[in-house]
């Protein structure tokens, strides 16, 4: 626990960066800043889940352990995704969103 | 515990062969690995003990069990399917042993899932299914649609387990705890349960497709190898679709009321976008997409009913969905690696030159629009007297409405097949036997699960215990 702040404070920072991450993802067109959008979002949720047990569950770490299985899964998303997205520049030596599509409706 | 010990085993003896083997000898691991899965396949119907570990994370009943068992009948016909594309089409970018690495990752995922007690091993399982089959998609990383449909999943799936965490961190907080059953004791109805309720389905919805978030799927499908889309649209559909049905029924009850407005909107919406979005569609691979959209729309009746008669009617469909739909795609995975062709007009007089194709193709497609003789039917049949039970009419209604609309569209390759006359028909061509071998287990599926009706008694005698 923090002196003098509150769990409100805190989730209210952790729900803006979420949405900041939801609206980066929905209006970016390169790749790597819709990574950076969901690395936001899955930080949000990772502050969320120590806040919550902090404040309101500390008798068990389930919020806690949760949030480094996170990080651990968030790490190896993104490795994937930058390695697809290498080979997609060496096919098409861009990494816009606008350039690369070829399927449609 | 039995089937997920055998299967890291198995893995284990592919990455071993892998490195002893020499280059020219890699195609001999195809068979290698189809005996060795065919044996868990088997050893799999052997009954198992109930129980849970890792205190109550991982659980194991009876249902469970069946439905692994399903996924892994569904998926060594996916396996028979694809080694004639894996021996003669990608065998010179030497990563066959990768495929079968990758895919028995990926169905590991979807054990840990279907099983999970808790949402954290639900998480771990759903990414552990998800991205190898992100790398799987990437197979051939020479081909611009391969890597751009990879792209396009794994941004989606992040985005969707990102939204589905925050789900579970607000029913966290409301529920306090992450079991399952702690989650369906604790939990009080609230804004923030029902805020979590709304951004969990979400995350799960992008999974199975339904509609506002079926957006990536006809790409994804389009672009990716054919034995992949077909393992995408069956095996991890259905695992996806068991675990939303298990949570929804299971821990969060109290929400009922919630949940089934949205499951009501989210099932309209995804039959209606499925099958008028598939009406248009050329590509083979498309046009079934779509169509899993709005099958996917269809078992979405069977949740909205929320009993164990709801349980059994979606076990039961998406068991004929699966084998269904490993029918249509095994044709039009013949069809492609012999002539790498996969449009519909290309299908114009395919009666004449390939009977037996074309039958496979005409059983499967029926079975997906739900006529009498072949499985399809009953199944449909039972999840319309699962919503029409619980007094959803105007729901059943539209159902019809939309299963009029695709009989339209799956008559559309038949029609191609059986009725239009073409000079340049796709010559007669004779796959290998496991090709065969897998048609002819999706066809007998197709047959037997709609006719046979202790495999259905057997289903409702599982799903109470859900």
Redesign the interface.
């Known amino acids: 626990m923090i002196a003098n702040v509150s769990i409100y404070e805190i989730l209210t920072v952790s729900t803006l960066l979420f949405f900041i991450g939801l609206y980066g993802f929905l209006t970016r067109k390169n790749l790597i800043t819709l990574l950076m959008s969901i690395e936001l979002l899955l930080n949000a949720s990772v502050i969320n889940f120590v806040v919550i047990n902090k404040y309101m569950f500390p008798d068990f770490l389930q919020g806690v352990y949760f949030s480094i299985f996170i990080i651990a899964v968030a790490a190896s998303e993104t490795a994937l995704a930058i390695s697809i997205i290498i080979n997609l520049y060496r096919l098409k030596v861009s990494v816009n969103v606008d350039k690369t599509e070829t399927m449609k409706y | 515990m039995r089937h997920e010990i055998i299967l890291l085993v198995l893995i284990l003896i592919l990455l071993v062969f892998e490195i002893f083997t020499k280059t020219e000898q890699k195609k001999s691991l195809i068979y290698l690995a189809l005996g060795l899965f065919a044996i868990h396949t088997i050893t799999g119907f052997f009954q198992t003990t109930d129980g849970q570990l890792f205190g109550g994370s991982f659980r194991t009943n009876p249902l469970i069990h069946f439905f692994k068992n399903v996924l892994n009948v569904g998926v060594l016909i996916i396996l028979l399917q694809s080694t004639d594309w894996l021996r003669d089409k990608v065998a010179h970018l030497n990563k066959i042993p990768e495929f079968f690495i990758l895919l028995f990752s990926s169905l590991i995922g979807m054990y840990f899932m279907i099983s999970s007690g808790d949402?954290?091993m639900f998480?771990?399982g759903l990414?552990l299914s998800t991205?190898p089959l992100?790398?799987l998609v990437?197979y051939n990383?020479?081909d611009?649609?391969g890597?751009?449909?990879?792209?396009k999943l794994?941004?989606t799936a992040?985005?969707a387990s990102?939204?589905s965490?925050?789900g579970?961190?607000?029913l966290?907080?409301t529920g306090?705890?992450?079991f399952f059953n702690m989650i369906s004791y604790q939990l009080q109805v609230s804004p923030l349960a029902i805020m979590g309720l709304v951004f969990f389905f979400s995350g799960v919805a992008f999974k199975i497709s339904l509609a506002p978030f079926h957006f990536w799927t006809?790409?994804v499908y389009?672009?990716a190898p054919i034995g992949i889309t077909s393992y995408l649209s069956v095996i991890s559909k259905g695992a996806a679709i068991f675990i939303l049905t298990t949570i929804l029924f299971k821990v969060l009850p109290v929400l009922s009321d919630y949940w089934k407005y949205i499951v009501w909107g989210v099932a309209v919406l995804t039959m209606f976008i499925g099958n008028l979005?598939a009406l248009r569609q050329q590509n083979m691979k498309r046009f079934l997409a779509f169509s899993s959209i709005a099958q996917a729309g269809f078992i979405l009746m069977g949740v909205i009913n929320g009993d164990a008669f709801g349980a059994t009617s979606i076990i039961y469909f998406v068991m004929i969905y699966i084998f269904s739909n490993l029918g249509a795609f095994g044709v039009v995975q013949a069809i492609s690696s012999a002539t790498g062709k996969e449009n519909m007009d290309d299908y114009v007089g395919l009666y004449r030159t390939n009977p037996k194709l074309s039958l496979v193709m005409l059983m499967a497609l029926f079975s997906l629009a739900g006529i009498p003789p072949v499985a399809g039917f009953f199944g449909k049949f039972f999840l319309y007297t699962a919503a029409a039970e619980k007094g959803y009419y105007l729901l059943v209604f539209l159902a019809v409405v939309n299963v009029t609309i695709s009989l339209y569209y799956y008559l559309l390759p038949v029609r191609a097949m059986f009725l239009r006359k073409s000079d340049d028909a796709i010559p007669y061509f004779k796959s290998n036997w496991p090709m065969r071998l897998g048609l002819l287990l999706a066809v007998a599926g197709i047959f037997v699960i709609g006719l046979y009706s202790p495999i259905y008694n057997y289903i409702v005698e599982l799903s109470k215990l859900l």
């Open positions: 949402f954290l998480y771990i990414e991205l992100v790398a990437a990383s020479a611009i649609k890597t751009e449909a990879a792209v794994i941004m992040a985005l990102a939204i965490l925050f579970m961190t607000m966290y907080a306090g705890s992450l006809a790409d389009e672009g979005f």
